[in-house]
C-alpha cells in the first residue's frame, strides 16, 4: 500500500525557521509534492522533489532523499500568515495520476 | 481568469436525499479530480478522470456517483447510499492525465461544505 507519516502539529514563533518532515511509503514513486491549506480553504500548491535534494523558492525550501523514502519542508522568516495546515503528497502509482495525501501538519505561528 | 469553482459553497442535506455538487474548471485541464476531507485530516480521492466520458474509483467511492461528459465540467453526486457524507469536497484539476502527470501540479477549487440534518 501508499502511505505518509507527518507530525500532527508543530509550533513556532515569528521569524523563526521550522521543519515538517514526511516519510513516505510507495509502489513506484514519482515525486514528492507539498500543499498549504489555511483553515475552510483549499490546498495550493507550494512544492515538488522529484529528485533528491533542495529545492528553494523564496521563504520555502522542500528537500528530498529518495533512499530514505523521506522529505520535509523548511519554512524561514515564519510569519502570522504562515499559520496553516501543510501536506506531503506522492503521486498514486500505475497510470492514475491522482495524490495521496497524508493527514497533515497544523503549523502555528505565535507572536 | 481562470481557475476552478465550485457551487454551492455550503450545502445542507436532508438524510436520505441525493445532492450533486458542481465542479467547473477554464484551465483546459485533461485531469479532474474528486477528493474528501474530514477535520483534522489529509485529503481521500473520491473519483478522477483523465479524459471525457471515463473515470475511475478513488479510494473511498462507495456512496458517491460522477459524470464527465464536458471536459470542463465534473459533477459529484452524494447519494443516499453515503453512510456518513457530512465533510468539505474539494474539487482540482491537473493539466496532464495519467503516468505522464509525474509533476503536474493539481489546482484546487474553494470546496464545498456539505452538512447532513
Known amino acids: 500500500g501508499q502511505s505518509l507519516e507527518q507530525p500532527p502539529e508543530v509550533t513556532a514563533v515569528e521569524g523563526a525557521i521550522v521543519q515538517i518532515n514526511c516519510t513516505y511509503q510507495?509502489?513506484?514513486?514519482?515525486?514528492l509534492s507539498w500543499y498549504q491549506q489555511h483553515d475552510g480553504g483549499a490546498p495550493t500548491f507550494l512544492s515538488y522533489?522529484?529528485?533528491?535534494g533542495l529545492e528553494e523558492t523564496g521563504r520555502f525550501s522542500s528537500f528530498l532523499s529518495r533512499s530514505d523514502s523521506y522529505g520535509y519542508l523548511l519554512l524561514q522568516e515564519l510569519q502570522m500568515k504562515d499559520s496553516a495546515s501543510y501536506f506531503c503528497?506522492?503521486?498514486?502509482?500505475?497510470?492514475?495520476?491522482?495524490?495521496?495525501f497524508g493527514k497533515g501538519t497544523k503549523l502555528s505561528v505565535k507572536p | 481568469d481562470g481557475g476552478i469553482t465550485q457551487s454551492p459553497k455550503y450545502l445542507f442535506r436532508k438524510e436520505g436525499q441525493n445532492v450533486t455538487l458542481s465542479c467547473e474548471q477554464n484551465?483546459?485541464?485533461?485531469?479532474m479530480y474528486w477528493y474528501r476531507q474530514d477535520p483534522g485530516q489529509g485529503l481521500r480521492l473520491i473519483y478522477y478522470?483523465?479524459?471525457?466520458?471515463?473515470?475511475q474509483k478513488g479510494d473511498i467511492a462507495e456512496g458517491y456517483s460522477v459524470s464527465r461528459e464536458k471536459k470542463e465540467s465534473f459533477p459529484l453526486t452524494v447519494t443516499s447510499a453515503q453512510k456518513n457524507p457530512t465533510a468539505f469536497y474539494l474539487c482540482?484539476?491537473?493539466?496532464?492525465?495519467?503516468?505522464?502527470?509525474?509533476?503536474?501540479?493539481?489546482?484546487f477549487g474553494p470546496g464545498t461544505r456539505l452538512t447532513v440534518l
Open positions: 482540482a484539476s491537473s493539466r496532464l492525465a495519467g503516468v505522464k502527470s509525474f509533476s503536474d501540479t493539481q489546482y
Open positions: 510507495t509502489s513506484g514513486f514519482y515525486g
Open positions: 522533489n522529484a529528485l533528491d
Open positions: 503528497a506522492v503521486k498514486g502509482g500505475g497510470s492514475q495520476g491522482n495524490l495521496i
Open positions: 484551465l483546459n485541464h485533461d485531469a
Open positions: 478522470s483523465q479524459i471525457v466520458n471515463d473515470f
